[in-house]
């Protein structure tokens, strides 16, 4: 059997695409006897590794997989424990682990906060949340959210940007609901015009699913009822787009949108006139002649700009939740970076 595994093993690699699929089925086929073999190939960023193929084939096998890689999680052999626990959180999220892998878990989680600083927020692209960090409360029970846990920044970003970030389910009554991660940032300060008003520190908050399909507008208009303030944004470079809202007790008071007519709304803030005053002195391009017109220099003026975040201007840690009581974060799949 040994052999006759390995040769299917071998075939993912085919460049043709009916043997690797046919290697797939033949590995599913014979189920947990699979697992082993394909491990090492978890996560392989060799050229020429099957990883994905062998990837493909664990999440298929799905539950059938887990008893197995628990087994090895305990038992050994050794070489696999560490592609035993990535697999089964990519199948089953750390609900899936027992209560040692848990606790390892979070213990690392808890090291690794104590000397994550710097920490480093996408720009390139992306959509974003900020409120006044003193609000954080007031924060959580405006998005209506559950389950906070202190995690890394990396962490946070990656389940809320890259990994699943949503799940359909079935609640305590039976009833069809959707969740959504949210990872809320550690507090960073703003050197802007805000701290002569008082406010200091910034959070943002991410999660691309949450923030498009519940609408970050509204949700910036729910955060600033609770907050006094809060600002949305966007930048999406595919698109050449950008967008910055500002929010005050519940209501717009300035946004800019770069395919909105208009493009501006509401009065310019104060750190918009000297860009407009320059634009029109020739110091600035005449693009500011209106306002500001991009969300990352709106940003940096009205709480914070992402990018890499100085240490020593940045407060305590992130959070991630979740917007409903009844699915928590473990329940969401895929091994996560620390």
């Known amino acids: 059997m040994s052999e006759a595994i390995d040769a299917l093993i071998r075939d993912l690699s085919d460049q043709d695409r009916a043997v690797r699929r046919a290697a797939e089925d033949g590995l599913v086929a014979l189920g947990a006897q699979s697992i082993d073999p394909l ?5 392989d960023g060799r050229r020429g590794s099957p990883r994905f193929s062998a990837e493909s084939v664990l999440k298929r096998l799905g539950d059938q997989a887990l008893p197995r890689l628990r087994e090895i999680r305990r038992h050994g052999p050794g070489r696999l424990r560490g592609k035993a626990l990535e697999t089964l959180v990519d199948l089953g999220g750390t609900e899936a682990l027992d209560d040692a892998d848990r606790r390892a878990v979070e213990r690392l989680v808890r090291i690794k906060l104590l000397d994550e600083l710097p920490v480093r927020l996408p720009l390139d692209a992306g959509r ?3 409120f006044p960090a003193d609000r954080l ?7 209506g959210l559950h389950d906070l846990r202190p995690v890394t920044t990396v962490l946070g970003v990656d389940a809320t940007t890259r990994a699943d970030d949503a799940m359909d ?9 959707r ?3 949210v990872f809320i940032t550690p507090e960073f300060e703003n050197w802007g015009w805000w701290r002569d008003l008082g406010i200091k520190n910034w959070r943002m908050v991410w999660g691309n699913s949450f923030v498009d399909e519940c609408d970050g507008f509204g949700l910036a208009d729910t955060l600033s009822e609770r907050c006094g303030e809060a600002h949305f944004y966007v930048i999406d470079p595919y698109h050449s787009g950008s967008v910055w809202y500002v929010a005050r007790d519940g209501r717009r008071v300035r946004s800019y949108g770069t395919y909105d007519y208009p493009e501006f709304r509401g009065k310019p803030l104060p750190f918009e006139l000297s860009y407009m005053e320059d634009a029109e002195k020739g110091i ?5 002649a209106k306002g500001v017109p991009h969300a990352d220099v709106a940003a940096d003026n009205l709480s914070v700009q992402p990018g890499p975040m100085d240490a020593e201007h940045t ?3 992130g959070w991630l939740a979740t917007t409903h009581p009844d699915l928590p974060n473990s329940r969401f799949k895929g091994a996560l970076p620390i």
Do not use: M
């Open 179 to 181: 969740a959504y991660r």
């Open 284 to 288: 600035e391009d005449e693009e500011y």
């Open 128 to 130: 974003w949340l900020a």
């Open 39 to 43: 491990l090492p190939y978890v996560r």
């Open 169 to 177: 389910f079935q609640d305590s009554q039976g009833e069809k609901q």
């Open 315 to 317: 407060h305590g840690h």
């Open 137 to 143: 409360d007031d924060a959580v029970s405006a998005l």
